[in-house]
């Protein structure tokens, strides 16, 4: 009897479950064709809705009918099919990796994609579109494959996204050097990495669209193996599936998926990331989404909803001779930060920090020889810098302009030089100190000024008043970027604090801010001076280019008052990032302890944005070096530290104005190109 | 391990410090200060910024193409040069004399090669940033040119060579060029009258293709090229509206559809290849545009800098007139 009853509520389920799924695809489609039919009746054209119908119905004019077969048709399939493809190869990402955070954009798949693309527009070949796409899947591919080397399938978000972020911030350092090098090039190469899904015909589109049906097939062919997967690793290998072999071929169907959507509309931001995670909750709700061969479909349709809204909605916000110039990825990283925002904050996930990694705790000799190899380290590359450049320049002179007697040229060179290896030596330290503090306030290994969004706030702060106010004085950028910064900070800080700076909402939060930052700073840039690409990018990949002794006063006051504060609390400092109770059991005030260190951290992350744009990377490699050299006391951490960042921007700095002399690359640029191997290196290193 | 890094890196340093000591020019006290020749230059340049040189100048460095060819043009020849390779790819009316030095890119010209050269004038322009103005005012006078007014390009044209003629003492050559241009402003209007095309409609562009995406570029009647067919007795057929500077403006290929019957010309360059010839042939609503349809499509020569002086004005204009009245 009992057992009759329990089959017949399983059936009842189950039943349930089916329909539930139905309902939610049906609504999902219902959406998306919705979306489509009001996406085609927007355009630059004078074609709206009645001639569109007409069109469709064959009644229209001969032009009326090309627009809409030529280019809204193509446009819209273009937008169905990146979202289908973005948000199902995000989605089976995710479940092999058993990672929420696994998507086209941290895998580092898109700027592997965009590299591919970007040697292939500096090399001036023209290729058929399947064969730059197949280079775009070589390049997606090589640097997923990296990244999930490293970072070891299924063990973890932090790593991942450590890698991921790396190597992904390496990649675009260099295509953004290509960018700046062969400006006629790679023209429009700028906006196109932003995404945008407008298409010169079907002929894309029709190339594309059986590589994006190959690779769904190939994924539902692969759903029952995926879902065995989700077990975990023995159960999976218990039921027979081949664990190994089911991850890589996953990874690799999805690449292909993401480069054809590259290939199609260049990097469209966070859709593989968002998709997945909106399906997440209706999971919950609606049991028959479980399965990998339901949840991966509706994935990709969450996706075509979220690209056609956004080209829908940028459309329906701006006029359409200005929409052109508003990239979509622009409005979808946009549109896709706020939720991910959301997902943020719902996210019941309770990992919370990783056990600390497990430091040898080096001798007092060790640490000093740190401290003075590194401190000659710095002397050396500062010589260096100030002596190197397009006119090399050697001691004596230097000596005879410190004393004011320098000939002429000297002076020239080195009244504009100093200020930018100054520049780039407090920025650097500045940037290490902001880094070392967030990560002992957040105890969180992944935080830092650039990953949580904050620099990204500066440069926007210090965008907005660079492109309004006819030259701004040092001390009014360095205001406007600690005005963006306070506010991102307040935002990712507030909201990441109410979960006790759980590792995964702070990264998830940080990444979702920066990332918007970034397109608004790019949508700020394109919409006041759309002409000037060089401008924009200057601004975002961090530049000592153009800066006087006056721009770099701001950032001297806040990296003394900073090192002070450092040196003063550096027990509160260690406290604070030992665990929740000690500080507590120890009658110290926890939250004011935590507010007071991000002011400061805040303050030298605008500032350092201000003297030298948004630089990554420092902040978050020169502290783990620290560590990892001098174990985690922050007596030791904050000059290790200082050190490190202030020689790793010098030496890119000095690298970026010699290299290719005369022409330049910024110092951001460079932070990656030096900082991504050495950040891996680690990861390797570390690897237990 | 560590001891080895601190070793190395101290000899290094040890290294480097001898081999850099000395210098490179001697300090100013050994100098001794030349008398400079009388007939002191004194000039306010675009920006209202009043300039003094000590004479004409004559090791002149710019910043922008079209302050080069101006130079070029007037015959000074720059002893730098932003882009060297870019200029002479895009700008063959005014090609470069004598062997300049590149100092960079436009947009951030490196200002250690600028300071190397010693100039006695730096030309820049309104598009390089003020910060860096500064910096080279430290290295050499400089005069800023406003690049481009979409209130009235032409004057503005003529202004910026006018200010470049006065700073290097050649005026009546500076005259001389606006003549020949008013000249063969009014010699194209004529053939163009003659050939029926008063009045005609006009539609100039320049187009790019990234990926599968076109982008093309509407030079409005805010630019450069749309002052001198507006001057040539056309009419600019375009209604998106340009920025301030340029008068320039973005659309895709269905924002050509507005245009109606025009004469469609195009600029590009082998360098970067031709968007019009190649990816949109075959695009549906651009076979569709009535001036397709009539084959009045026209490229111009390549070498023809769509926001320089006059000299590249009267490539553009005998360009035009050739186009259009064949």
């Known amino acids: 009897m009992a057992v009759i009853e329990k089959t017949a509520v399983g059936r009842d389920r189950s039943v349930a479950a089916t329909t539930g799924a139905v309902a939610v695809t049906a609504t999902l489609v219902l959406l998306v064709m919705v979306l489509a039919a009001v996406d085609i009746t927007q355009g630059t054209a004078d074609v709206g809705a009645s001639e569109v119908w007409d069109a469709l119905t064959g009644n229209a004019a001969a ?9 809204r048709l193509p446009r819209m399939v273009a937008a169905v099919l990146v979202g289908v493809a973005l ?8 479940a092999v990796s058993r990672n929420v955070l696994a998507s086209p954009d941290t895998l580092a798949v898109n700027a592997g994609s965009y590299l591919a693309l970007g040697i292939i527009a500096v090399t001036g070949v023209s290729l058929p579109l399947l064969a730059s796409s197949g280079a775009a899947f070589v390049g997606g591919l090589a640097a997923a494959a990296v990244v999930l080397g490293l970072s070891g399938l299924g063990k973890g978000t932090v790593r991942l996204v450590l890698a991921g972020t790396a190597l992904a911030l390496g990649l675009s350092a260099v295509t953004e050097a290509l960018l700046l090098l062969f400006p006629q090039e790679t023209e429009g190469l700028y906006s196109w990495n932003q995404g945008s899904v407008g298409q010169n015909g079907f002929d894309a589109v029709v190339q594309m669209a059986p590589v994006v049906v190959v690779g769904l097939a190939g994924l539902m062919l692969l759903a029952r193996r995926i879902d065995a997967l989700a077990l975990g690793d023995d159960a999976a290998r218990g039921l027979g599936v081949p664990v190994r072999g089911t991850r890589v071929t996953t990874v690799v169907v999805a690449t292909l998926l993401s480069a ?8 469209i931001g966070f859709v593989g990331l968002c998709a997945p995670a909106l399906v997440r909750p209706l999971t919950r709700r609606f049991r028959g989404l479980v399965r990998s061969r339901v949840s991966l479909p509706v994935a990709g349709l969450v996706g075509a909803a979220l690209v056609l809204g956004s080209d829908v909605l940028l459309r329906a916000v701006v006029p359409a001779d200005t929409a052109v110039e508003v990239p979509t990825g622009v409005v979808t990283t946009v549109v896709g930060a706020v939720f991910l925002v959301v997902m943020a904050l719902r996210l019941r ?8 990694d497990r430091l040898r705790i080096p001798s007092r000799t060790a640490f000093l020889v740190t401290v003075v190899a590194l401190a000659v380290a710095l002397v050396g590359v500062l010589v260096a810098a100030v002596l190197l450049g397009d006119a090399k320049l050697l001691l004596g002179d230097v000596m005879n302009w410190a004393q004011g007697r320098a000939g002429r040229v000297v002076t020239f060179v080195l009244d504009t030089r100093v200020p930018r290896v100054s520049a780039a030596l407090l920025a650097g ?6 880094g070392t503090l967030v990560q002992a306030v957040t105890r969180n290994p992944l935080a830092e000024p650039g990953v949580l969004g904050v620099s990204g706030g500066a440069g926007l702060g210090a965008v907005l008043l660079v492109t309004t106010v006819q030259s701004p004085g040092s001390w009014e950028i360095a205001g406007a970027a600690f005005g963006g910064a306070a506010v991102t900070a307040a935002f990712v800080f507030g909201l990441a604090a109410r979960g006790g700076f759980q590792q995964n909402r702070v990264v998830l939060l940080g990444v979702g801010v920066s990332a918007a930052a970034a397109a608004l700073i790019s949508l700020v840039i394109v919409l006041s001076d759309p002409f000037d690409t060089t401008k924009a990018l200057t601004w975002l990949s961090g530049s000592t280019y153009g800066r006087n002794m006056p721009d770099v006063v701001p950032v001297a006051v806040v990296l003394v008052l900073g090192i002070l504060l450092a040196v003063t609390r550096r027990r509160e400092l260690d406290l604070v990032a030992l665990d929740e109770d000690t500080p507590r059991l120890l009658g110290m005030g926890l939250p004011r302890a935590r507010l007071g260190f991000l002011v400061v951290a805040v303050l030298l992350a605008a500032t350092a944005v201000a003297a030298a744009g948004t630089i990554a990377f420092v902040g978050l490699v020169a502290p783990h070096a620290a560590r990892a050299l001098v174990g985690r006391r922050h007596v030791r951490v904050v000059p290790v530290a200082l050190l490190l960042g202030a020689l790793l921007v010098c ?13 330049q690359l910024g110092a951001g640029l460079m932070t990656a190109v030096i900082g991504a191997p050495y950040f891996i290196y680690l990861l390797v290193r570390t690897r237990r | 391990m560590r001891r080895h890094i601190l070793a190395t890196a101290t000899v290094a340093v040890a290294a480097l410090s001898l081999a850099a000591c000395g210098t490179t020019e001697p300090s100013s006290d050994d100098a001794a200060a030349s008398a400079k020749p009388a007939g002191k230059i004194t000039l306010t340049d675009a920006k209202g910024t009043k300039v003094t040189l000590d004479g004409p100048a004559t090791k002149v460095v710019a910043t922008e193409w079209n302050v080069v060819e101006d130079l ?27 062997t300049p030095k590149d100092i960079g890119t436009r947009g951030e010209p490196s200002i250690d090669t600028v300071a190397a050269l010693a100039p006695d004038l730096v030309v820049a322009t309104s598009d390089l940033s003020p910060a860096v103005v500064k910096q080279l005012r430290k290295v050499a006078p400089v005069i800023e040119i406003t690049s481009a007014d979409a209130a009235d390009q032409i004057g503005t044209m003529t202004e910026g060579l006018d200010l470049i003629a006065k700073a290097t003492g050649k005026e009546s050559e500076s005259a001389a060029l606006k003549k020949d241009f008013d000249t063969s402003l009014a010699e194209g209007k004529k053939a163009l009258a003659d050939a029926g095309l008063g009045g005609a409609e006009i539609a100039s562009a320049d187009g790019y293709v990234a990926s599968n995406q076109v982008s093309v570029r509407a030079y409005t009647s805010g630019s450069l090229l749309g002052a001198v067919n507006e001057k040539l007795g056309l009419k600019n057929a375009w209604t998106v509206k340009g920025d301030e500077s340029y008068g320039l403006a973005t659309t895709d290929v269905e924002g050509l559809t507005g245009l109606g019957d025009v004469q469609f010309t195009y600029v590009a360059n082998d360098a970067d290849g031709d968007a019009f010839a190649g990816p949109l042939a075959k695009n549906a609503v651009w076979k569709s545009l009535p001036f397709v349809k009539a084959g009045d499509v026209h490229r111009l020569p390549d070498g023809v800098w769509m926001f320089g002086g006059p000299r590249s004005m009267e490539a553009y204009i005998d360009s035009l007139v050739d186009a259009l009245t064949k």
Do not use: C, F, H, M
């Not at chain 1, 032009?63 to 280019?71: P, Q």
């Not at chain 1, 330290?429 to 902001?434: E, I, K, P, T």
């Open chain 1, 63 to 71: 032009g009326d009918s090309s627009v809409v077969i030529a280019s």
């Open chain 1, 87 to 94: 948000g199902t190869a995000g989605a089976a990402l995710q």
């Open chain 1, 260 to 267: 054809a959507a590259v290939t199609l509309a260049g990097p």
């Open chain 1, 349 to 356: 996930d309770t990992a919370s920090a990783e056990a600390p």
């Open chain 1, 429 to 434: 330290g500045a940037l290490a100190l902001s």
């Open chain 1, 651 to 663: 030496l890119a700095d000095l690298a970026g104005r010699t290299v290719i002399a005369p022409a």
């Open chain 2, 72 to 98: 070029v043009a007037l015959g000074v020849a720059p002893v730098g040069v932003a882009d060297v390779k870019g200029y002479t790819a895009w700008n063959t009316a005014a090609p470069l004399t004598g």
